[in-house]
């Protein structure tokens, strides 16, 4: 407590009082008045610096507190993102595995299965190659047939092997699609062209309908290969009748189907078609030849173009039908109006 004389002759008396709390100074509490401080209201002052030393230190304490709360929360923000990334790295890592576990069954189905049916045809090849260098034909017309048939055999060799190829490719993820516009309306005669003589020579009817213009957004020689399939299936499977094929637009998409009259997919093995190396017969001596793998790289390669392909409910008595949709070339029909316009 110390007084100050005032030029005017006024005593005022300042007091300060020095706020502590645990040893520390938190501030000075400074008071003046006119006059001298002493007795109660010095007592009311010493109380209230006690009050404002305490008030003080609990609001630092408070934002002491505040700011440890906030870097706790902090940190365990950072422990729950630690957490999930570890979570997420451990997930991709049995993903992985995983992929690499099916990729090895997929390469030990594909050995044992295709040992099997590359195996044939090439013993084909070589028992009719064999007939001819030992002179086993009769005639030259007998000769030709061994040709014809170790060239058919050397076909039928040639088609597994890109099978194989394709479905390994697409199971790496290293088939790719270069989209375009297809003309749906080529795609059918192009595939009706190529399955024509099969179906020829099995007496069956092959019908092509696609009444409009249709044009979808995909890969032509990918388009292709999906709609063979599914013919070449409806055709090997079928012995007599017809097999059609029907293009539409469905609205969403263009929507090509393939109907035969043949043996059907039973309501068992509706499920598996489309599975690699499904067949409803997988006998060593089964009436229809094949991989099995034709629906499963049909069902790949039109889900790469953004398309679908589906097994029918059955409709019919007799037979199937497979059909498989391709996305719309939607700026190719804004421009068509101008074709076939008076110019
Ligand atoms: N149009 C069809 N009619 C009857 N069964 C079919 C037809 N298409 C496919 N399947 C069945 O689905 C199986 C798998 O077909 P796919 O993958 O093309 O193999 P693959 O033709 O080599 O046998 C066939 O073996 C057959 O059992
Ligand atoms: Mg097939």
């Not at 040893?23 to 003046?32: I, M, P, T, W, Y």
């Not at 609990?58 to 870097?71: E, P």
């Not at 991709?92 to 044939?120: C, F, I, Y």
Request: hydrophobic share 40%.
């Amino acid at each position: 407590m110390h007084e100050t004389d005032l030029p005017s002759g006024i005593e005022r008396h300042h007091v300060a009082y020095p706020l502590r709390k645990g040893g520390e100074l938190l501030a000075v509490l400074e008071v003046s008045a006119d006059g001298a401080l002493h007795g109660r209201p010095l007592e009311t002052l010493r109380l209230l610096a006690q009050v404002a030393a305490e008030a003080i230190s609990n609001a630092r304490l408070h934002q002491h507190t505040a700011a440890q709360a906030a870097s706790l929360e902090m940190l365990s923000h950072q422990l729950i993102d630690a957490h999930q990334a570890e979570q997420a790295t451990r997930q991709e890592v049995e993903e992985l595995n995983e992929k690499l576990m099916g990729a090895d069954q997929l390469k030990n189905q594909l050995l044992n299965t295709t040992s099997h049916e590359l195996r044939t045809p090439l013993s084909s090849i070589l028992g009719y190659l064999d007939l001819i260098l030992d002179e086993h034909a009769e005639s030259v017309a007998e000769e030709r047939e061994f040709v014809g048939e170790a060239r058919r055999c050397a076909e039928h060799l040639l088609h597994l092997i890109n099978d194989i190829l394709d479905i390994s490719r697409i199971e790496a993820g290293n088939l790719s699609i270069v989209p375009g516009s297809v003309d749906i309306h080529a795609l059918m005669d192009d595939v009706r062209s190529t399955i024509a003589p099969q179906a020829r020579q099995k007496n069956i009817e092959l019908h092509v309908q696609c009444h409009d213009e249709l044009l979808a957004l995909a890969d032509f020689r990918r388009a292709r290969q999906a709609l063979l399939n599914l013919t070449a299936n409806a055709v090997k499977f079928t012995e007599k009748g017809s097999v059609a094929l029907t293009a539409h637009d469905n609205g969403d998409a263009i929507q090509i189907t393939v109907s035969d009259t043949g043996i059907g997919v039973s309501e068992a093995d509706r499920a598996n078609v489309f599975e690699p190396f499904f067949q409803s017969d997988s006998s060593n001596n089964r009436a229809y030849p094949g991989t099995g793998l034709g629906l499963a790289i049909t069902k790949r390669l039109v889900q790469l173009m953004g398309g679908e392909v589906r097994l029918e409910e059955r409709q019919a008595a007799v037979g199937s039908a497979f059909s498989m949709t391709l996305p719309k070339n939607v700026i190719s029909e804004i421009r068509q109006p101008t074709r076939g316009g008076v110019s």
